[in-house]
């Protein structure tokens, strides 16, 4: 067992322990309620179910979820607004918004309940994070439609810390106010954060001396080992994964534990299966593919096996932690990240992990992918240290080269590396897009 | 080989510009060049007058905002890839280009660049070497 | 006094909202001891008790509050960060801020119990205001340590309506949210409700896809006249409440059905109103500096709390609605000289200190305040220093930026820089008037 991971007094986190087979059980009662909700008021799904020739009372096991029909994000558009919504409009007590595939955002209502049942995830994510009501919380995440910032605003609100709703950008007062306040722990992006350590090492501040910094709650983008390696080193203090989307509710429907060894599902709220994107059927535990939530007790806007697009695994064994509920991987892809280059799939996470292995080199990068003539181009601006810059022409060809070969190893095509001066390239205050695709034009 | 160039600060405001012709014009001192970079806020103009010290102090005197550089002017031959090669030259020396403008005395006359470097000297030596025309401060001002 | 409601009179807390003027009375001497109490547990009351003699618990009637302290913002600013924060920190839920007269900003703090009754509070205008359990409300604050976000929504949870966290900015979207969504109510300062309403009335936007019903404004004064364009520009009804985070944030007045000003939440709040030079109270009824103490904070105990906001507490009778609570006109104007742009509280010495921080300026500067469309906007004129003229695009921009970065830092506020020639600006002996409000706003 590592770092105080058991908190398994704490009854927050009863439902972490409970043993499977009361999972199971807890999890078979939710799964009928919601698959009869879902049928009585979802027409779609109604629909879907009728064409599938799958009547509710025919799910008798957790396993026979695989007969129940999939949602997509597309669903959610083509039902804008309101269409999934599985109570009347006065049940509603809440809306979030994703952003669409189109110029519509999609739209989520929420009952009181489901607003219970997101925050509880949060909870659990952040005493699973070691947090307490003696923390200091500052929200760096937007706040608004987006479910980052009042998710882990009430989050830490329920669990009892001073919560500090920064929101995001003004990155100099963030800084200001994280000494100032002696501000414990931070939620935000992790590209976010790593534009704050960049802005507050550019004055000077050093993190372990100056701020009582020791948590950093990251999430909305995937991002890698590699980086929280670096967040952690610069900084001193503990990176944590906080992964959720809004179409099943928002931050909190799992969370690394302190032995950051993949993500814990709050699996009595979100039930995970893993499919293959290509036939649809379930894979076994341990096998790579497209992650699949159904919410079991979330009534205003229930999803019955939401497609969400990620790529992970479910980890077989049992965390060292001693939690039951089971893990998947850390999501450092998703299918929409896909990028086909000359049929070689590559995930900008490769690219982000082939990056972070060599000396020098900045967590800042951008790539580009083109097209001449038929062949794919791809291309990897990436900032490196100043003093690398003022090398000779000869060790910079050096380190150029030694970051190729360090990408190739792993995605197994040529890539093209330039290097460029720190802060050089954009940054962002909420959510980073790392790609440039100009094929799509 | 340098020659030097007055730049003043631009309000965003009607009349300034005329203000600094006005001054110069009444103290007898003609102008050269003026170039003008401008953003929505502030502008900047750039002048060679002949007598720059008596020119600043003049401006100085009406209470305009002066700042002297030394800069460098070549002449670009009248072939295509003539800009070309002067800024290949001082590119291959790792001097940087600050900013740059052109004039002319006279129609058909070869076109007089005015070029801000970040390391003057380095760049007048790489310009020599390849045979470029620059032109001191006598030669400019005797057109 | 208007003897006709605009809407059906309703209540969020009947019993207390109505309580008869005795029993409210005595509440209130009971909570203002308790407040004393709690504040002197803080070496800043310790120190002024001591100074002027008075003991804690010689409270004896509501007049006593006068040989309390006044608390003023600048003492926040003394006592930076949390110098007012009586409970540990383990008691403290949240932190909102507002702006301060330097840099800093002016936090205040709230016990889990403070956000609690703050919700309570925000649910009381908003229900005398036409809130309804069934309504769904477009939230279009910003969110984040401002006051106001976040108390209208903790409001409007506990009323039980449904709500759309749009926060601020990008009106496009706004207006497709409230067709989408068709919210009855929208929160949002006075001012981006015209900005709105101009996109709406211009954009060739079918008013039948719309279906407000209800505005709640706050963040900013406004003023009767624009209460009725945006009511007759866009058929709604537009409601006024009254708050400031140094005291808890909004939720300290509000209007009922019947608009005869903003009903006092008097459980909750001592009013007093004073001359500004004399301090002494003014004559009933008659207008001056309206000084707040709070009776029920835990996490922040401030008493009898300076706002500089202009105002009447009236004294013409009861309010036809039922409430016994004394009311309030709208805010007249400010004793210092704070603005307001955009909802966010601006003070000319936070970007003066701002600039001071920049090395290329002089320290002669005018600011401006004007409103070029619906929204306003602030120039600052600085002069610049001659010796830092550069000659040089990307370091004048360079500069420019520092400029923008070091006010946006201070204030939350974007604002217009433009630099001038020394010695262009006018020159002040004496107090110096740098800002000109070109607004001409009348209240």
Not at chain 2, 64 to 69: A, D, E, Q, T
Not at chain 3, 321 to 350: A, K
């Amino acid at each position: 067992m590592c770092r105080e991971c058991n908190d398994k007094e704490n009854p927050l986190s009863r439902a972490d322990y409970v043993s499977v087979d009361e999972m199971r059980n807890i999890q078979l009662t939710k799964l009928k309620k919601i698959v009869r909700h879902c049928y009585d008021n979802v027409p779609l799904t109604r629909l879907r179910m009728d064409e599938k020739g799958v009547k509710p009372e025919d799910i008798k096991t957790l396993e026979d979820m695989r007969f129940l029909p999939f949602m997509k994000k597309t669903d959610l558009r083509d039902e804008y607004p309101k269409g999934l919504f599985g109570v009347p409009m006065r049940d509603i007590v809440r809306f979030h918004c994703s952003s669409g595939t189109t110029g519509k955002p999609i739209v989520v209502g929420s009952t009181r309940g489901d607003l219970d049942v997101w925050i509880d995830g949060v909870v659990r994510s952040l005493v699973m994070d070691g947090i307490t009501n003696e923390d200091i919380l500052q929200v760096s995440y937007g706040y608004g439609l987006f479910t980052g910032g009042l998710g882990l605003h009430y989050g830490g609100e329920a669990l009892g810390c001073a919560v500090v709703p920064t929101s995001g950008g003004n990155t100099d007062r963030q800084i200001m106010l994280m000494r100032d306040l002696g501000v414990t722990a931070i939620a935000c992006t992790p590209s976010y954060f790593i534009h704050i350590m960049d802005e507050a090492l550019k004055k000077g501040v050093d993190f372990r001396k100056e701020t009582k910094l020791r948590h950093g709650i990251f999430g909305a983008e995937p991002w890698t080992d590699e980086i929280r390696a670096k967040i952690e080193s610069v900084t001193g203090i503990e990176a944590h994964d906080i992964y959720g989307l809004t179409e099943v509710s928002g931050p909190g429907v799992a969370s690394s534990c302190r032995c950051h060894s993949g993500l814990h599902v709050f699996e009595d709220h979100f039930y995970p299966e893993i499919i293959n994107p290509d036939t649809l059927e379930p894979v076994p535990d341990g096998t790579w593919g497209e992650l699949v939530f159904t919410t079991l007790d979330r009534f205003g806007t229930p999803m019955l096996r939401y497609r969400t697009r990620d790529i992970t695994r479910i980890i077989p064994d049992r965390c060292d932690c001693g939690r039951t509920i089971r893990r998947i991987d850390r999501i450092s892809a998703r299918t929409d990240d896909m990028l086909i280059i000359r049929g070689v799939n590559v995930f900008p996470s490769q690219i982000e992990a082939g990056l972070m292995t060599v000396d020098k080199v900045l967590p800042h990068y951008h790539i580009y992918v083109d097209r001449e003539g038929d062949l794919d181009t791809i291309e990897v601006k990436v900032e490196v240290t100043a003093d690398a810059l003022g090398d000779q022409i000869k060790s910079l060809e050096l380190l150029r080269r030694t970051i190729a070969e360090a990408i190739k190893k792993i995605i197994n095509i040529s890539i093209k590396v330039t290097l460029v001066e720190p802060h050089s390239l954009p940054r962002s205050e909420g959510k980073m897009n790392r790609v440039t695709d100009n094929r799509k034009k | 080989m340098k020659i030097k160039q007055i730049s003043l600060f631009l309000e965003n405001k009607p009349g300034h510009l005329n203000a600094i012709c006005r001054t110069l014009a009444k103290a007898g001192i003609n102008i050269v060049t003026l170039s003008l970079a401008d953003t929505q806020q502030f502008g900047i103009v750039r002048l060679i007058v002949e007598d720059w010290e008596r020119g600043r102090d003049e401006l100085e005197k009406a209470g305009h905002v002066v700042n002297v550089r030394d800069v460098v002017a070549a002449t670009v031959n009248d072939v295509p890839g003539g800009m070309a090669d002067l800024l290949d030259a001082v590119g291959a020396v790792g001097v940087n280009i600050e900013y740059m403008y052109a004039f002319s005395f006279r129609t058909n006359d070869k076109a007089i660049l005015v070029f801000r470097f970040d390391d003057a000297d380095k760049a007048i030596e790489a310009l020599k070497r390849i045979g470029a025309d620059i032109l001191d401060a006598s030669t400019l001002f005797s057109h | 006094m208007n003897t006709v409601p605009v809407i059906e009179n309703r209540f969020w807390q009947h019993d207390a909202e109505c309580m008869p003027r005795p029993q409210l009375e005595s509440l209130q001497l009971q909570r203002l001891r308790e407040a004393v109490a709690r504040a002197s547990a803080l070496p800043f009351y310790q120190k002024k008790f001591k100074e002027s003699g008075f003991s804690p618990d010689s409270i004896k009637t509501l007049d006593d509050i006068r040989r309390l302290p006044f608390t003023l913002k600048a003492d926040f600013r003394d006592n930076y960060p949390l110098g007012f924060v009586a409970v540990p920190r383990s008691e403290v839920s949240r932190f909102q801020g507002t702006s301060g007269t330097t840099g800093k900003p002016t936090w205040t703090a709230y016990t889990r119990g403070d956000v609690d009754r703050w919700a309570d509070l925000c649910a009381r205008f908003l229900v005398s205001g036409g809130l309804r359990p069934e309504h769904t409300v477009q939230i279009s604050f910003g969110f984040g340590l401002f006051t106001g976000g976040f108390g209208l929504h903790n409001g409007i949870q506990r009323v039980g309506a449904a709500i759309i966290p749009i926060s601020s900015g990008n009106s496009a979207r706004q207006i497709m949210t409230m067709q989408d969504l068709r919210p009855e109510v929208l929160i949002c300062t006075p001012s981006y409700a015209l900005k709105l309403m101009d996109d709406i009335l211009s954009g060739n936007i079918d008013r039948a896809s719309i279906a407000l019903e209800h505005a709640h404004f706050g963040g900013e004064p406004w003023t009767e006249s624009m209460r009725e364009r945006i009511e007759s520009g866009l058929g709604i009804r537009c409601w006024n409440n009254y708050g400031m985070a140094e005291c808890g944030g909004p939720g300290i007045a509000g209007e009922c059905a019947y608009r005869n000003g903003m009903h006092i939440q008097e459980d909750h709040y001592i009013f007093e109103v004073i001359d500004p030079d004399t301090l002494e109270p003014v004559k009933p009824g008659e207008k001056g500096e309206i000084v707040v103490t709070p009776l029920t904070r835990e996490a922040m105990p401030v008493l009898r709390y300076r706002t500089r906001d202009i105002g009447i507490v009236y004294d013409d009778g009861e309010c036809p609605c039922g409430r016994t609570t004394r009311r309030m006109s709208r805010i007249m104007g400010r004793t210092d000289d704070m603005l307001i742009i955009r909802g966010v509280n601006v003070f000319p010495s936070q970007i003066e200190s701002a600039l001071m921080q920049c090395k290329a300026v002089s320290p002669h500067y005018m600011i401006e305040v004007s409103r070029p469309k619906a929204l306003d906007e602030i120039t600052v004129h600085i002069e610049m220093e001659p010796s830092f003229f550069s000659d040089s695009m990307r370091e004048m921009q360079q500069i420019r930026e520092n400029i923008d970065r070091a006010i946006y830092g201070a204030t939350g506020l974007h604002m217009v820089i433009n630099l001038v020639s020394p010695n262009t600006l006018e020159r002040f002996e004496g107090k110096s008037k740098r800002v000109k409000d070109l607004r001409n706003l009348k209240f």
